[in-house]
């Protein structure tokens, strides 16, 4: 059931593996159809299961009448409250990249008969068909009392508060150095930007999945996560099972964009309910579920003042956050991560406030937190620097520094070489920097850029895996990462490939288990660094114990050399004699043989600013007329550290880049204030990008080398492509219009010119 790498063929043979454009090992059979995802990996005899939502955002359940439901075919079970038994202890909630138990909020539902949000589960019908499941579910009446909601930030506002910390604990909710207050009001430039950005949702192609099935007091997850290890540690702990007990897998997985990332309760309900009929049990969410059950990023306002000289160097940054949370947790992502530390500032403030609302709790979300971080920040100095007469780029190089917020040298930069890179590759040298000066018939056309940068999120803990080589010179390594779109199989072959000296298509790479080494959920841009520094310790240990082997064997050709290298599965001497793995294991009576690695990410809060950097150049026309806007161009240059696959990270980010595209212009929610349901639930009214929509995209690296980050250098693609999208976009509009938008998405009455 695990997601396996195919071993690469054709014209993938041949060491120095990392670096190149390998295609992906699992690429033929997600195109042929045959790999198989979390739904399709259930037991013969598989019930499916259905969830019946609440249609009030806050009260009590007062009745609920299942008749009609139980006489319907195929029907197995109507669980409520009621029925469904207690979980043995509450949730914790914990981000999931800790290694720990990661429930994506600290409520649980089906305890009792208080409703805390729209969508949340009030029962749960079992049936011996998915389609006789969710018809057996809309017979079910529930009945309500009702009580107050509070649905958006209008309605809370006067109830805001600042929490102690956010992100699980993990952060504080305030951050500041020297005397920002003062630093602005004496300042010579003052900027002052607010902006409010409607709710955000993942909607990746592949809904949320579980099957669960019991054996005795054994029970096995398979779940559609980022983290298996996350779900086994969540489940066990929430039905009071012993860790052993808990086997969880995972097939291939169709998406995430940081849904996956936490366990929600949908998980666990389905073990429970698989227990309460003593079958497996599948459930599937549908299309309007994933708009109540994963999380979301939350619906925000953020203000950003900028002090700064007339030469353009900033003095102070102050950066406010407030968003809706739910009832229960202070969950907000964190949006000051990299306004503290990218440029060079005396003094800052970043606080962070919430509100109490009906909702489940946030989650992370495509560029947790400095998504939207960056696209105020950006803004902001995008306005500067129109104020103070400068390039935008030279604004940034000019605040440019080489320590992050607490006085600490970068482990690698790169921005520099990133705007000057983007701003060559985009052609920006010559632009008029002049709104409104640029047309193409009915379209004003205009350009705009932004700095990028993203954390890296190392809060994991030790990270395993293991490698075994055969007697016919084949190599099998697993580790407890699960491939969910990100290349994560192809990456790790050619790792293992180049630490162990054997071709890539010897190797095949086996993930998504439990009972695998761990890896923890990849998130926060981490995977590559996780994933590639345990197996790079696990074939580099095998390597090491066969060269042992050879060293010892006096039948070797190289017994006793000195300065042998290991290509192609060969142990060359200098002198030119040559052993290979296989005759080696087989003149000495051995099957395979195996090693364990492991890696222990450097710390988070360690002698070092741990960013990942890039810039983002875009090209805009504007129909002022109708409010259209059309991206015509996007180019970004990042530096990760090293590019352990350039066709994958090309790739990777150049979705980011769309995705940022789509937060700028596409995407947004709202709720209800009467009634505290989601205006948009399907993808009809909640609107992302088409290759329609896709305009010309260029990615471009800047080499850097980090001694940090891992053993091979890798900092990570996953989030800083879309960071700083939104702004370079804005940017753009304001070039094109000269009208400021302070609101995402870019609805077309922003851009609208008023009726003459």
């Known amino acids: 059931m695990t997601a396996v790498g195919k071993r690469p063929t054709g014209g993938d043979k041949g060491t120095g593996a990392v670096g190149r454009p390998l295609t992906r090992v699992e690429g033929r059979d997600k195109v042929t159809g045959a790999a198989r995802y979390t739904a399709e990996l259930a037991p013969r005899g598989t019930l499916e299961l259905a969830i019946v939502g609440a249609t009030v955002a806050a009260g009590r359940v007062v009745g609920i009448d299942a008749e009609a439901a139980l006489r319907a075919a195929g029907v197995v079970a109507v669980l409520d409250h009621r029925s469904l038994g207690r979980i043995a202890a509450p949730p914790h909630l914990l981000p999931s990249l800790l290694g720990h138990a990661a429930p994506g909020e600290s409520f649980f539902p089906l305890q009792d008969d208080v409703v805390h949000y729209a969508g949340q589960p009030v029962a749960l019908v079992v049936a011996d068909s998915l389609e006789r499941a969710a018809y057996a579910a809309s017979l079910v009446r529930v009945s309500y009392v009702g009580a107050p909601i509070t ?203 919430l509100i109490r609302g009906n909702t489940m709790t946030p989650t992370f979300t495509r560029g947790p937190g400095e998504a939207l971080g960056v696209f105020a920040l950006e803004c902001a100095m995008d306005e500067l620097a129109v104020t103070l007469g400068l390039d935008p780029v030279q604004l940034r190089l000019r605040n440019h520094t080489t320590v992050d917020g607490r006085g600490h040298a970068w482990s690698s930069d790169g921005l520099p070489e990133c705007l000057r890179l983007g701003a060559e590759r985009f052609g920006w040298a010559g632009r008029d920097p002049v709104p409104r000066a640029v047309r193409d018939g009915d379209w004003l056309i205009g350009t705009g850029m932004a700095a990028a940068a993203y954390p890296i999120a190392f809060f994991m803990p030790e990270q395993r895996a293991r490698a075994r080589i055969f007697a016919d010179g084949s190599v099998l390594v697993q580790m407890a990462a699960v491939e969910f779109g990100t290349g994560a199989l192809t990456m790790a072959t050619q790792v293992a490939a180049d630490a162990l000296g054997v071709d890539p298509g010897a190797v095949e790479f086996q993930g998504g288990d439990s009972d695998m080494p761990n890896g923890t959920s990849t998130v926060g841009s981490a995977g590559s660094a996780m994933i590639s520094s345990a197996v790079h310790a696990a074939g580099s240990a095998l390597r090491a114990q066969l060269l042992a082997l050879a060293a010892g064997d006096p039948e070797s050709p190289v017994h006793g050399a000195d300065g042998v290298t290991v290509s192609g599965g060969f142990i060359t001497a200098p002198s030119g004699a040559r052993d290979s793995y296989s005759d080696l294991l087989a003149r000495n009576h051995l099957t395979d043989a195996e090693a364990t690695g492991s890696w222990r990410p450097p710390a988070f809060d360690g002698p070092y600013g741990l960013l990942t950097f890039g810039a983002q150049f875009a090209e805009v026309a504007v129909d002022p007329e109708l409010g259209l806007v059309r991206v015509r161009r996007l180019v970004g240059a990042f530096a990760p550290g090293r590019v352990l696959n350039p066709l994958l990270a090309r790739s990777q980010l150049m979705g980011g880049m769309l995705w940022g595209m789509s937060q700028a212009l596409l995407e947004g929610n709202a709720m209800d204030p009467r009634t505290g349901r989601w205006s948009a639930g399907n993808l009809a009214e909640y609107l992302v990008p088409v290759n329609a929509d896709a305009p010309d995209v260029t990615v471009e690296f800047v080499d850097v080398h980090d001694e940090i980050v891992g053993p091979l250098g890798a900092k990570g693609v996953g989030e800083i492509g879309q960071v700083g999208v939104a702004a370079a976009i804005a940017n753009a509009v304001f070039h094109a219009t000269g009208r400021r938008v302070r609101q995402l998405p870019i609805a077309p009455e922003l851009v609208m010119d008023p009726p003459a």
């Open 151 to 353: 649905a958006t930030i209008d309605q809370g506002r006067e109830r805001a508060y600042e929490p102690e910390r956010l992100f699980g604990g993990l952060m504080p909710a305030r951050n500041e150095r020297g005397d920002s207050a003062g630093a602005l009001a004496s300042a010579s430039i003052r900027v002052d930007a607010a902006f409010h950005m409607e709710a955000n949702h993942h909607n990746p192609i592949e809904a949320p999945a579980t099957i669960a099935y019991w054996e005795g007091d054994r029970l096995t997850i398979v779940d559609s996560t980022m983290g298996v290890r996350a779900t086994q540690l969540t489940v066990a702990q929430l039905l009071g099972l012993p860790l052993a007990n808990v086997r969880a897998l995972a097939g291939f997985v169709g998406g995430s964009f940081g849904m996956k990332a936490m366990v929600w309760p949908h998980v666990t309900l389905t073990a429970m309910a698989a227990r309460a009929v003593g079958r497996p049990v599948r459930l599937i969410l549908t299309r309007p579920q994933m708009f109540t059950s994963n999380g979301h990023r939350e619906e925000q306002e953020q203000r950003v003042s900028l002090g700064a000289t007339h030469a353009g160097r900033l003095v102070a940054i102050e950066h406010h956050k407030l968003s809706m949370g739910s009832p229960f947790d202070d969950w907000a992502e964190p949006a000051t991560g990299v306004s503290s530390q990218l440029y060079g500032c005396e003094h800052y403030a970043g606080v962070h406030r």
